[in-house]
T-cell receptor
Framework: GESVGLHLPTLSVQEGDNSIINCAYS??????FIWYKQESGKGPQFIID?????DKRQGQRVTVLLNKTVKHLSLQIAATQPGDSAVYFC????????????FGAGTRLFVKA | DVKVTQSSRYLVKRTGEKVFLECVQD?????MFWYRQDPGLGLRLIYF???????EKGDIPEGYSVSREKKERFSLILESASTNQTSMYLC?????????????FGPGTRLTVT
């Protein structure tokens, strides 16, 4: 899950298994949520988003679940592949006239071949 | 394919030097952002710009300034670099409109101040 501090949480999974990465967000008024993937040496890349009036959204091999009751977001990656190894972080977006984005610290995913 | 480029991937500067980090996007985006990324702290917003010649302070603007003279280019300036500004700097852009919350990031500049 997400953590504020110097140490990045790490998840290690076997290739082919499913991965679940968790995120606790802070603001119950957030309108959108995004998951980003950041590979080593690269900038963050958009994976999937979900609006606050939804509780589930599916993409290609990825599913995002939103539980507003406990302010929790998760990213599920099906059949994890070595190319999925990266840091994943969530972002919550508040619509305050413009969009204000609050980023989580991230979780590092290791995929073992 | 959308593209955000940053002028340097790695930069080493001395304390007190003036440092310029350049960012260019080719998507005709109105919004541009500068973040710094430090281990375990997530991305923190330094400055952003909604239009040419417009700038707004983010969460940690102290020690930084920005310039946006052209729509495609957003520069971050460290007037007098200090060791606590050693970090990864990420530039991003987004469109104006319904999906303006979706930001496109450059590859980052890893700055070391000695």
């Amino acid at each position: 899950g997400e953590s504020v501090g110097l140490h990045l949480p790490t998840l290690s999974v076997q290739e082919g298994d499913n991965s679940i990465i968790n995120c606790a967000y802070s603001n119950s008024a957030s309108d959108y949520f995004i998951w980003y993937k950041q590979e080593s040496g690269k900038g963050p890349q958009f994976i999937i988003d979900i609006r606050s009036n939804m509780d589930k959204r599916q993409g290609q091999r990825v599913t995002v679940l939103l539980n507003k009751t406990v302010k929790h977001l998760s990213l599920q990656i099906a059949a994890t592949q070595p190319g999925d190894s990266a840091v994943y972080f969530c972002a919550e977006i508040l619509n305050t006239g413009g969009f204000k984005t609050i980023f989580g610290a991230g979780t590092r995913l290791f995929v073992k071949a | 394919d959308v593209k955000v480029t940053q002028s340097s991937r790695y930069l080493v500067k001395r304390t007190g030097e003036k440092v310029f980090l350049e960012c260019v996007q080719d998507m005709d985006h109105e919004n541009m952002f500068w973040y710094r990324q430090d281990p375990g702290l997530g991305l923190r917003l330094i400055y952003f710009s909604y239009d040419v010649k417009m700038k707004e302070k983010g969460d940690i603007p102290e020690g930084y300034s920005v310039s946006r003279e052209k729509k495609e280019r957003f520069s971050l300036i460290l007037e007098s670099a200090s060791t606590n500004q050693t970090s990864m700097y990420l530039c991003a852009s987004s469109s104006r409109g319904g999906r303006s919350y979706e930001q496109y990031f450059g590859p980052g500049t890893r700055l070391t101040v000695t």
